[in-house]
């Protein structure tokens, strides 16, 4: 079996409204993949354990502190090492506000080589919702994936936890100067409410409107409204 050009993004629902994901990135006789904000780890590993071949997780990446992102790494390192003793799981979050678990912490603008792969994930310092708060950016992909946890959602933006309005515009702009055609991957499954304040606060737009509607369909069939885009994002989230 060849290797696979492209990871694939899997989006695993979790909590009330969060999201995991699980990013095969090396596709082979043993798959090699990574983990985004597992923090319900019962239904993370029900999710593994029931693919047609699990992969081996080499990483997981946690975008901040808060137990809904960062809650359920321990049991999730602890479950699957012992199943993959020759592929050490590398946990991974923003170095000011490492949990016990991480075995890596990142500053900006630091650059994580995946093995076996011509990719890599570059960590974006975005603070505001916390001062610590990581955004992880693959640029090589086609078409480029960012996973924003609670800074960048589709139509709106996170609550300031830790930081204030002028830090959460700093971070905001830096995602959008991110391809237009990035995939954003964000935390949690707001869009209706986010949007719903968008169409509130400027009716007469169509998009937001069209989009609302759309959100609205989705959800009553329990699915996902995500990924959006950073296109998507500069023109329609207020």
């Known amino acids: 079996m060849h290797a696979s050009p492209e990871p694939r ?12 994901y699980l990013v095969t990135y090396h596709i082979a006789a043993e798959n090699l993949a990574f983990l985004v904000d597992p923090a319900d780890p019962d239904v993370v590993l029900s999710h593994l354990s029931s693919l047609p071949t699990p992969p081996l997780i ?7 502190k808060h137990w809904d992102h960062a809650g359920g790494n321990k049991k999730v390192i602890d479950t699957l090492q012992p199943t993959q003793p020759d592929v050490v799981i590398e946990v991974v979050c923003g170095e000011i506000e490492a949990h016990p678990s991480t075995t890596r912490g990142v500053q900006d603008s630091d650059v994580i080589t ?4 011509p990719h890599s994930v570059h960590c974006l310092h ?13 640029p090589t992909l086609s078409p480029p994936v960012v996973f924003t946890g609670d ?5 709106g933006c996170g609550k300031f936890f830790e930081g204030n309005p002028k830090e959460m515009m700093g971070s905001l702009k830096r995602l959008a100067g991110l391809p237009k055609e990035a995939r954003v991957y964000p ?3 707001y869009t209706v409410s986010n949007l719903e304040f968008a169409v509130w606060s400027l009716p007469g737009h169509h998009s937001l409107t069209s989009s609302l509607s759309s959100a ?14 950073i296109e998507y994002e500069l023109e ?3």
């Open 9 to 20: 993004v899997e989006i695993i629902p979790i909590l009330e409204d969060n999201y995991s």
């Open 58 to 64: 080499t990483h997981i990446f946690t975008t901040h």
């Open 114 to 117: 995946l093995p076996s792969s």
């Open 126 to 138: 975005t603070p505001a919702h916390t001062n610590g708060h990581m955004c992880y950016y693959l």
């Open 151 to 155: 800074c960048l959602f589709m139509g």
């Open 187 to 189: 935390g949690h499954e």
């Open 216 to 229: 609205v369909t989705l959800r009553s069939s329990n699915l996902p409204t995500i990924p959006s885009t």
């Open 236 to 238: 329609n989230n207020v």
